[in-house]
């Protein structure tokens, strides 16, 4: 799922670029490749406690995207709903 949804954060990216808008598109990369990065690291640890404290890093990330997304949103340059 966060495969997926970092796909769709880097399609944002690529848009905001496209816009030269980018200390947004700087903004949004880095907690999306955090968000995997970390999920990714953390699964390969062999103890549960490392792997919990990696996903609580990914989970920061993923509300940061949220918030980032939010402010794109009020702006009008995003939409809340994906287009097709």
């Given at each position: 799922?966060?495969?997926?949804?970092?796909?769709?954060?880097?399609?944002?990216?690529?848009?905001l670029e496209r816009m030269k808008l980018y200390r947004f598109a700087d903004?949004?990369?880095?907690?999306?490749?955090?968000?995997?990065?970390?999920?990714?690291?953390?699964?390969?640890?062999?103890?549960?406690?490392?792997?919990?404290?990696?996903?609580?890093?990914?989970?920061?990330?993923?509300?940061?995207?949220?918030?980032?997304?939010?402010?794109?949103?009020?702006?009008?340059i995003i939409k809340k709903e994906k287009e097709e």
């Amino acid at each position: 799922m966060a495969i997926e949804i970092a796909k769709e954060l880097f399609e944002i990216v690529d848009k905001l670029e496209r816009m030269k808008l980018y200390r947004f598109a700087d903004q949004l990369r880095g907690p999306g490749l955090s968000m995997l990065n970390n999920i990714s690291e953390g699964s390969g640890s062999g103890y549960k406690k490392t792997f919990f404290r990696y996903l609580d890093i990914a989970r920061s990330s993923t509300f940061e995207n949220a918030n980032i997304t939010i402010v794109l949103q009020r702006r009008g340059i995003i939409k809340k709903e994906k287009e097709e």
